[in-house]
């Protein structure tokens, strides 16, 4: 709208309107976008589901010559081609090519000035703190703030790309903050109480302060934000963060029993306090973590933000560090080992499963669904050590589909590796003399839906051996 026309249109009005008693409805709002639990004092919505806003003007507002206009931005630099600005408003029609929608709300008691909004986001916005302005043709081009809103992905919601269907599902996955954490062997699976604690006080804050602190956004902080529409980068971030590894990420790793300085793994038995922790030492990581805490503190980021999630637990996991998915152990023909493998089983491992699209894989749903996402560093045959580059489709891992992005070689190892082992001769040959295709990637489990029962998931990741 150019500036003439807003000065025309302010000219029109005998009286110059203000803002009074804006009101964003937090309880009412977050109630209806299911994050009540999270604050009713701050307005915390999902994206693709409207919401209401009111205020008040010193004066009428005509629907047939007044205009409106709304600006929502988020992150620096807010940009509409990046998706992190968008300007909309009233009457409609003016705005059909903006992403956020507005309408005017049948509360409203326009001849006297009150007006109530019902604003809609698009079900791909990216996730984070919006600001939110309004100015109407009496005000020229003069912004009043309505306040501060967050926005999370929304599985209640059909065309966003985490949509879950099922309403238990999205309370076991999305809402419930306890829960449970296997570990042990296959022969003797036992069970840990979690509070993954994702609505807690001040946690939501401290999963934005996640994103905010990670090397990408650092790097180039307005794509960064842009790319938080998108629950694929999203959970490869958080993933990333998760560990210490190569960032200011939460949690150190550390296995060889030595934990002066720190906690021992088994100390924890929540996410809360580690990511208190984390935020209250200047984000220098938490001391210290193995798998299980690392999966459930990045299950609690995950579930805050919107995206549902759930805690798996692999038992005799695989460790293939070159990739050839097998895991390789070598003898030589005088009872000596003639080199050491960094290839392992381990009893157990755990990572989490991300429920979301992945259209960046096939035109169709082929791949939607679970996700295998594995926050633990893990080692490489070079002796230095990275983070899975998840996540990877369980729908892929079951048809060995290993050429696809992310990292599926890695998973499907874990889960489906052979164990061979080698007879290594003076003159540097081998020959293989046993083959276990049995072994590895027993008894996979998470908690099932709304009980503490353990669910075997294990036909998710792979096909019974001998199936054709």
């Not at 990420?249 to 793994?265: E, F, K, N």
Request: glycine share 8%.
């Amino acid at each position: 709208m150019t500036n003439k026309h807003w000065e025309r249109q302010r000219q029109m009005q005998k009286q110059t309107p203000t803002l009074e008693n804006k009101k964003l409805h937090c309880e009412k709002n977050n109630t209806a976008h299911n994050t009540n639990d999270i604050s009713v004092n701050r307005l915390i919505v999902r994206r693709g589901q409207s919401f209401l806003v009111t205020f008040e003007l010193h004066g009428p507002f005509r629907s047939t010559t007044d205009l409106m206009e709304l600006t929502v931005e988020t992150g620096p630099k807010p940009s509409e081609a990046l998706g992190t600005r968008s300007v909309f408003g009233l009457p409609e029609g003016r705005w059909k090519r903006s992403s956020w929608k507005v309408k005017v709300h049948q509360g409203s008691v326009l001849p006297a000035g009150s007006i109530t909004l019902d604003i809609t986001s698009p079900a791909d916005a990216p996730v984070g703190e919006y600001s939110l302005s309004v100015k109407t043709s009496a005000t020229a081009s003069v912004g009043s703030s309505l306040g501060k809103l967050l926005l999370l992905f929304n599985p209640w919601c059909q065309e966003d790309s985490v949509h879950l269907p099922e309403e238990e599902e999205r309370q076991e996955y999305v809402m419930r903050e306890q829960g449970l954490v296997y570990k042990g062997s296959d022969k003797y699976i036992s069970s840990m109480a979690w509070n993954f604690g994702q609505f807690e006080d001040d946690i939501v804050d401290i999963c934005l302060k996640l994103l905010d602190v990670n090397p990408k956004c650092l790097s180039d902080p307005a794509k960064d934000f842009s790319a938080r529409c998108n629950p694929i980068y999203v959970s490869r971030v958080v993933s990333a963060m998760i560990n210490a590894n190569d960032d200011r990420g939460v949690l150190m790793g550390r296995w060889d029993g030595q934990y002066d300085g720190g906690m021992s793994p088994t100390h924890w038995n929540g996410s809360v306090e580690v990511l208190r922790r984390w935020l209250k030492y200047g984000g220098n990581p938490v001391k210290y973590g193995q798998c299980w805490v690392f999966a459930a503190v990045m299950c609690t980021v995950l579930r805050c933000l919107g995206i549902p999630c759930r805690v798996v637990t692999n038992f005799q996991s695989a460790h293939d560090t070159d990739k050839n998915l097998t895991i390789d152990n070598f003898f030589s023909d005088y009872g000596v080992r003639p080199k050491k493998s960094l290839d392992s089983v381990w009893n157990y491992h755990v990572w989490v499963e991300a429920w979301m699209t992945r259209p960046d894989l096939s035109a169709g749903s082929l791949y939607d669904g679970w996700q295998a996402v594995d926050p633990t560093p893990q080692e490489k045959s070079t002796g230095t050590v990275f983070t899975a580059a998840d996540p990877a489709p369980v729908k892929a891992i079951l048809q060995g589909h290993v050429d696809l992005k992310y990292d599926v070689p890695f998973v499907f190892a874990e889960v489906n590796a052979d164990r061979v082992t080698w007879m290594v001769f003076a003159d540097g040959s081998k020959k293989k003399i046993f083959t276990d295709s049995v072994s590895v990637g027993q008894n996979i489990s998470t908690k099932a839906v709304g009980s503490d029962k353990r669910v075997d998931i294990t036909a998710n990741y792979k096909h019974a051996e001998g199936w054709y």
